[in-house]
């Protein structure tokens, strides 16, 4: 729209040029044109007096001739002169013309009189001889001559004299011809030359008010798009959520920064990383809207805590960053350590309490790296250097994180090819009921030996696994050798007691655990009851509803389910009431501080009343001195797993201890195969 305007008072603009030109070029023709004219009528008119003088002359030489024919001739010639001028002065159309006409005819008709006169046979030559008329007529008549030539000269004379009474009279008309030609060719050049200046002053003036609203439309216009820009900057620059610098604005800021940095000495430069812990959890279980409302709440958080001077942006799904510049080091620990804080505090959304932590990585320039990118891959590092180490924590940078992370990028491309090079085998840890002495079964834990790397814990490689996808395959492997062993022990009449088999919440989620389940059931021919799932709390929070569902199902197949690590997680107990569970594990962090540290040996009997309140069995993990064997006895827990009667063992090995393990009468158990 803006622009057709435009366009319309540009071409108005160029149109009132144009015509200016083509009006004063006008003008300038009519000028030179006019002044043409009235150098003619000068002309003309002064040729007019010219001949009048002539014919005046000529007349009056009438009477002193000697020589009367051939003057009267010249007279004669002399008139049609004046008459030819005379007409063309009428011609040029004065205002009085007229006038001039009524003169010339006077003339004429006074000149036909005269003419008359000189037709007379008494002037002829032979009449006039060798004097003039008025030599004669001085002289005195000759005796030859009559009184009618004397009359007739005197009319000659009388006429001759009227001719000349028009002489001033002449003049004057003339004069006054000059005059008015001269003035209106003087009015004609003024309208012309006024006509000349306005066209060219009008012309300027609708141009200067063209371009004065094209100038003031395109200020606006150009306001408009500044301001659209303005607006497109924005949007280019912020997160639409949060409204902090999005990660564009953020790579500009830290490369400006870093070079400031560069040129300043002793500055320095700290990225500090933000990573929401459990956030997808809260995402999943709460629902999207719900996890804008608390990255939203964050993000106000930030900003409230965080100098004005340090950008705070989003870079994506629950990453924050924060660029600090300065001295020393203190500034920026004093900024994560208030981000922890910040993220601690309960979040009120739909009048739920959320909690959360987070996870800070930070790095520095110059120590740790010199451009953006490398600030950047190493906060990260360092953040899930502070994830892995129990988050809700910050970490500073270091080369050995690197590595690490080096490490954990080999390790991946050796897990990759774990299960094809059979680099896996399975161990199988005896649970004991201390009061029967009986062995209820084993759990079954993964073990993993690579050329490489030697023997990795499953506590390093499983969480590998999770982090990429291959739990899955690692999973069922586990299930198949386990199903299978578990088979072989039965055929060979063994009674190795139920199986527990850890499961990632992945799995249950992202395979089709009980069709997995049912076919392994029915390939090895295994009552369900002899098999027990491990499952952490986290599987519950992720997806309550399709927990339970799935659960349920394997549960109504005879499987029985145990919550393992218990205590540890983001517990619920409203959940866990309606949980299809059939088993508590109690975590090996609390049996660790039991009898003697007060809080552990609460929460643990604490654990166990809850457990049977519930009508759940329970079990103790991690168990590995007498004392806490008695502990957990006086406090009713009579399902033991732990180091105190044997560590995860092969299967061979676990064979073994199957026909072997006896409970002493002391209750001192039998380490036959520590
Ligand atoms: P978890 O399920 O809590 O397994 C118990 C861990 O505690 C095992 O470590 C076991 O060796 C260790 N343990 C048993 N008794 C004692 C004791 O008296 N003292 C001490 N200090 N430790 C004891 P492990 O085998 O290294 O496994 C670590 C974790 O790896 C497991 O923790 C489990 O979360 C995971 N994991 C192991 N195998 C599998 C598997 O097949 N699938 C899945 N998804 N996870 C597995
Ligand atoms: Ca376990
Ligand atoms: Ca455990």
Same mark, same amino acid.
């Given at each position: 729209?803006?622009?057709?305007?435009?366009?319309?008072?540009?071409?108005?603009?160029?149109?009132?040029? %144009?015509?200016?030109?083509?009006?004063?070029?006008?003008?300038?023709?009519? !000028?030179?044109?006019?002044?043409?004219?009235?150098?003619?009528?000068?002309?003309?008119?002064?040729?007019?007096?010219?001949? %009048?003088?002539?014919?005046?002359?000529?007349?009056?030489?009438?009477? =002193?001739?000697?020589?009367?024919?051939?003057?009267?001739?010249?007279?004669?010639?002399?008139?049609?002169?004046?008459?030819?001028?005379? +007409?063309?002065?009428?011609?040029?159309?004065?205002?009085?013309?007229?006038?001039?006409?009524?003169?010339?005819?006077?003339?004429?008709?006074?000149?036909?009189?005269?003419?008359? /006169?000189?037709?007379?046979?008494?002037?002829?030559?032979?009449?006039?001889?060798?004097?003039?008329?008025?030599?004669?007529?001085?002289?005195?008549?000759?005796?030859?001559?009559?009184?009618?030539?004397?009359?007739?000269?005197?009319?000659?004379?009388?006429?001759?004299?009227?001719?000349?009474?028009?002489?001033?009279?002449?003049?004057?008309?003339?004069?006054?011809?000059?005059?008015?030609?001269?003035?209106?060719?003087?009015?004609? %050049?003024?309208?012309?030359?006024?006509?000349?200046?306005?066209?060219?002053?009008?012309?300027?003036?609708?141009?200067?008010?063209?371009?004065?609203?094209?100038?003031?439309?395109?200020?606006?216009?150009?306001?408009?798009?500044?301001?659209?820009?303005?607006?497109?900057?924005?949007?280019?620059?912020?997160?639409? !959520?949060?409204?902090?610098?999005?990660?564009?604005?953020?790579?500009?800021?830290?490369?400006? +920064?870093?070079?400031?940095?560069?040129?300043?000495?002793?500055?320095?430069?700290?990225?500090?990383?933000?990573?929401?812990?459990?956030?997808?959890?809260?995402?999943? &279980?709460?629902?999207?809207?719900?996890?804008?409302?608390?990255?939203?709440?964050?993000?106000?958080?930030?900003?409230?805590?965080?100098?004005?001077?340090?950008?705070?942006?989003?870079?994506?799904?629950?990453?924050?960053? =924060?660029? =600090?510049?300065?001295?020393?080091?203190?500034?920026?620990?004093?900024?994560?350590?208030?981000?922890?804080?910040?993220? /601690?505090?309960?979040?009120?959304?739909?009048?739920?309490?959320?909690?959360?932590?987070?996870?800070?990585?930070?790095?520095?320039?110059?120590?740790?790296?010199?451009?953006?990118?490398?600030? !950047?891959?190493?906060?990260?590092?360092?953040?899930?250097?502070?994830?892995?180490?129990?988050?809700?924590?910050?970490?500073?940078?270091?080369?050995?994180?690197?590595?690490?992370?080096?490490?954990?990028?080999?390790?991946?491309?050796?897990?990759?090819?774990?299960?094809?090079?059979?680099?896996? &085998?399975?161990?199988?840890?005896?649970?004991?009921?201390?009061?029967?002495?009986?062995?209820?079964?084993?759990?079954?834990?993964?073990?993993?030996?690579?050329? +490489?790397?030697?023997?990795?814990?499953?506590?390093?490689?499983?969480?590998?696994?999770?982090?990429?996808?291959?739990?899955?395959?690692?999973?069922?492997?586990?299930?198949?050798?386990?199903?299978?062993?578990?088979?072989?022990?039965?055929?060979?009449?063994?009674?190795?007691?139920?199986?527990?088999?850890?499961?990632?919440?992945?799995?249950?989620?992202?395979?089709?655990? =009980?069709?997995?389940?049912?076919?392994?059931?029915?390939?090895?021919?295994?009552?369900?009851?002899?098999?027990?799932?491990?499952? +952490?709390?986290?599987?519950?929070?992720?997806?309550?509803?399709?927990?339970?569902?799935?659960?349920?199902?394997?549960?109504?197949?005879?499987?029985?389910? &145990?919550?393992?690590?218990?205590?540890?997680?983001?517990?619920?107990?409203?959940?866990?009431?309606?949980?299809?569970?059939?088993?508590?594990?109690?975590?090996?962090?609390?049996?660790?501080?039991?009898?003697?540290?007060?809080?552990?040996?609460?929460?643990?009997?604490?654990?166990?009343?809850?457990?049977?309140?519930?009508?759940?069995?329970?079990?103790?993990?991690?168990?590995?001195?007498?004392?806490?064997?008695?502990?957990?006895?006086?406090?009713?827990?009579?399902?033991?797993?732990?180091?105190?009667?044997?560590?995860?063992? &092969?299967?061979?090995?676990?064979?073994?201890?199957?026909?072997?393990?006896?409970?002493?009468?002391?209750?001192?158990?039998?380490?036959?195969?520590?």
């Amino acid at each position: 729209m803006k622009t057709i305007k435009i366009q319309r008072l540009a071409f108005y603009g160029f149109f009132a040029l %144009l015509l200016g030109s083509i009006i004063s070029g006008t003008m300038l023709i009519r !000028l030179l044109l006019n002044y043409e004219t009235i150098k003619e009528q000068q002309q003309s008119t002064k040729s007019s007096y010219e001949a %009048l003088s002539t014919f005046k002359y000529n007349t009056e030489h009438l009477l =002193v001739t000697t020589n009367l024919l051939k003057d009267a001739q010249t007279w004669h010639s002399s008139f049609a002169i004046f008459k030819e001028h005379f +007409t063309k002065l009428h011609q040029l159309e004065f205002a009085n013309s007229d006038d001039l006409e009524n003169l010339v005819d006077h003339i004429e008709q006074e000149m036909k009189t005269i003419d008359t /006169q000189l037709k007379n046979p008494l002037f002829s030559d032979k009449n006039i001889m060798e004097k003039s008329l008025l030599r004669r007529l001085g002289e005195g008549l000759n005796t030859n001559e009559t009184s009618l030539y004397y009359i007739a000269i005197r009319n000659l004379s009388n006429s001759i004299d009227f001719l000349q009474q028009y002489e001033n009279f002449l003049l004057k008309e003339l004069q006054y011809l000059d005059e008015l030609n001269q003035k209106m060719g003087n009015e004609k %050049l003024d309208g012309t030359k006024q006509m000349l200046i306005a066209v060219p002053l009008v012309a300027f003036f609708t141009t200067l008010l063209v371009g004065i609203i094209l100038w003031y439309m395109i200020g606006k216009i150009e306001l408009k798009l500044q301001n659209h820009s303005k607006t497109l900057d924005y949007i280019a620059h912020h997160d639409h !959520l949060t409204k902090l610098a999005n990660r564009a604005q953020f790579i500009e800021k830290l490369e400006k +920064t870093l070079h400031e940095a560069r040129l300043t000495k002793g500055l320095h430069v700290g990225l500090i990383f933000m990573d929401l812990d459990r956030f997808k959890e809260i995402n999943d &279980s709460f629902g999207h809207s719900v996890g804008d409302m608390v990255l939203c709440e964050i993000a106000k958080r930030l900003t409230e805590c965080i100098p004005a001077d340090c950008l705070i942006s989003r870079l994506g799904g629950d990453e924050f960053t =924060v660029i =600090v510049q300065s001295y020393d080091n203190k500034p920026i620990e004093k900024i994560a350590r208030s981000m922890v804080w910040v993220s /601690q505090q309960p979040i009120l959304v739909k009048e739920t309490e959320i909690y959360l932590t987070c996870s800070i990585g930070i790095s520095l320039f110059p120590l740790d790296a010199n451009d953006a990118e490398s600030m !950047l891959r190493n906060a990260d590092t360092a953040m899930y250097q502070a994830k892995d180490e129990g988050k809700n924590n910050f970490k500073f940078y270091n080369q050995a994180m690197t590595e690490a992370s080096i490490a954990k990028v080999q390790m991946e491309s050796h897990l990759r090819k774990a299960i094809e090079k059979g680099e896996f &085998s399975l161990h199988y840890q005896p649970q004991i009921d201390i009061i029967t002495g009986s062995i209820i079964g084993s759990e079954v834990l993964l073990r993993w030996r690579n050329e +490489t790397l030697g023997d990795v814990s499953p506590a390093i490689f499983i969480p590998l696994a999770e982090e990429t996808t291959m739990i899955f395959s690692i999973g069922n492997w586990v299930l198949e050798e386990a199903f299978k062993q578990q088979a072989q022990w039965i055929q060979a009449g063994l009674h190795p007691g139920l199986i527990a088999i850890n499961i990632a919440s992945k799995q249950i989620y992202h395979t089709d655990l =009980v069709s997995i389940i049912t076919t392994l059931l029915q390939k090895y021919a295994l009552d369900p009851h002899m098999i027990e799932l491990e499952i +952490t709390e986290r599987i519950i929070v992720e997806n309550p509803t399709s927990a339970i569902h799935i659960l349920n199902t394997l549960r109504t197949m005879g499987i029985r389910i &145990s919550i393992d690590d218990f205590g540890t997680g983001y517990s619920s107990l409203s959940y866990l009431k309606q949980l299809p569970i059939d088993k508590i594990k109690i975590d090996q962090s609390f049996i660790r501080g039991i009898p003697e540290q007060n809080d552990d040996a609460q929460i643990v009997s604490t654990i166990i009343h809850l457990a049977y309140g519930l009508g759940l069995s329970v079990i103790a993990e991690g168990v590995e001195t007498q004392a806490q064997c008695e502990f957990l006895k006086a406090s009713n827990c009579r399902e033991i797993q732990g180091y105190l009667y044997s560590k995860p063992l &092969s299967a061979k090995n676990f064979e073994q201890f199957l026909t072997h393990f006896t409970l002493q009468a002391s209750e001192k158990p039998s380490r036959i195969f520590l």
